[in-house]
């Protein structure tokens, strides 16, 4: 699979995927438009080993409702990745059968060698 997911609104998705130059052959689901399917989560978990590793602690929603106070289960991470795209680490790419989430230097400058090699 080659696929990204992200927010068409976030500037640094928009950075990303432009910096990644991706291939042709690349689908984007746009998270917002499109939710991440039940089986496409679980899929992304079986890639990346968690869905804690899919779940942005940044987002505005995670300190709103006090769940950075709560000790969350990998199934609690599912539950609120499924009930709003916020909790989206973003963006997601998908090499094949690897996962790359998120916006860090190191993650990014992986992701690329990924796809470029």
Do not use: W
């Not at 984007?28 to 990346?48: A, G, H, M, P, R």
């Not at 804690?52 to 987002?59: D, G, Q, T, V």
């Amino acid at each position: 699979m080659f696929r990204v997911y992200y927010l068409k609104t976030c500037n640094t998705c928009n950075r990303i995927i432009k910096e990644l130059d991706l291939p042709d052959h690349f689908q984007f689901q746009e998270i917002k438009e499109e939710e991440i399917t039940v089986s496409d989560l679980d899929q992304l978990k079986n890639l990346s080993g968690s869905y804690e590793a899919l779940f942005s602690k940044r987002a505005k929603l995670y300190k709103e409702m006090g769940l950075k106070d709560q000790s969350l289960s990998d199934e609690d991470y599912r539950h609120y990745i499924l009930s709003h795209y916020t909790f989206v680490k973003r963006p997601i790419i998908v090499v094949g059968d690897t996962v790359f989430a998120g916006n860090s230097k190191k993650v990014i400058e992986a992701a690329y060698k990924a796809i470029h090699s």
